[in-house]
């Protein structure tokens, strides 16, 4: 079985490390830019597009999602990467759970298909994490969390306990939600923000945000 890495950007990077992590070597990675076919990411040879993985057997070949987001006041971010998501799973494509090997998932907690939990990250007992979900750098679920399909808990940021994420949400880089907060789906956290009381679905929280391209 092959493990094919899709985007070949910056998360697909530290995709590719924590697999290392676990001793795992993805077979290749796949770019949009055509100009970078026989190039190497990381010492992975990018071998073409989607397109090329698509015309693979779906039984011979799991892939992992590496494409990133960029969040804005506005939106999550999060739409591209969720379409990569679904659309190879639609054809039946795998896409396993990585995780870090210096992440520490509490012994009751499994992931959702195409999980990542990357280097240092906490995900305490009775957290629930959803398909396609990224739990990044350091952040932490704690206990009876639940973070909803194609989520994104970015680098630092803390889930007290029992927070729920909506689906397609984006928790920013060092924020904190405190416990029992709910997080509408498609909501907006920004940078270190401190979130007390709920949010609606697809609103932002956290004050100012830096709109610049």
């Known amino acids: 079985m092959s493990l094919v890495v899709l ?9 590719i490390e924590a697999l290392r ?19 190497f990411l990381g010492g992975i040879p990018i071998i073409g597009s989607d397109e090329d ?19 804005s006041r506005s939106s999550p971010g999060l739409a591209g990467r969720r379409d990569l998501f679904d659309r190879f ?9 990585i995780t870090h090997l210096s992440a520490v998932i509490a012994s009751d907690v499994t992931p959702g298909e195409g999980a990542q939990v990357m280097a240092g990250a906490i995900i305490q007992p009775g957290a629930r994490i959803g398909r396609n ?15 909803g399909d194609h989520s994104h808990i970015a680098p630092g940021a803390v889930l007290c306990g029992g927070v729920l994420v909506g689906e397609g949400s984006h928790v920013g880089a060092g924020a904190i939600i405190l416990a029992g907060v709910n997080l509408g ?14 949010v609606t679905a697809g609103s932002f929280a956290g004050g100012e945000w830096d709109n610049r391209p």
């Open 7 to 15: 985007c070949a950007g910056g998360h697909a990077r530290v995709v």
């Open 21 to 39: 992590s676990r001793g795992a070597r993805p077979t290749a990675v796949t770019d949009r830019d055509s100009a970078r076919k026989g190039s």
């Open 53 to 71: 993985v698509l015309a693979m057997k779906a039984e011979t070949v799991e892939l992992a999602n590496g494409l990133g987001n960029r969040a």
């Open 89 to 97: 799973a639609a054809r039946g494509f795998a896409f396993p759970v």
């Open 133 to 147: 979900v990224l739990i990044n750098t350091r952040a932490v679920v704690e206990h009876d969390c639940h973070v």
């Open 185 to 198: 789906a498609g909501s907006v956290v920004a940078a270190g923000a401190v979130v007390a009381t709920d």
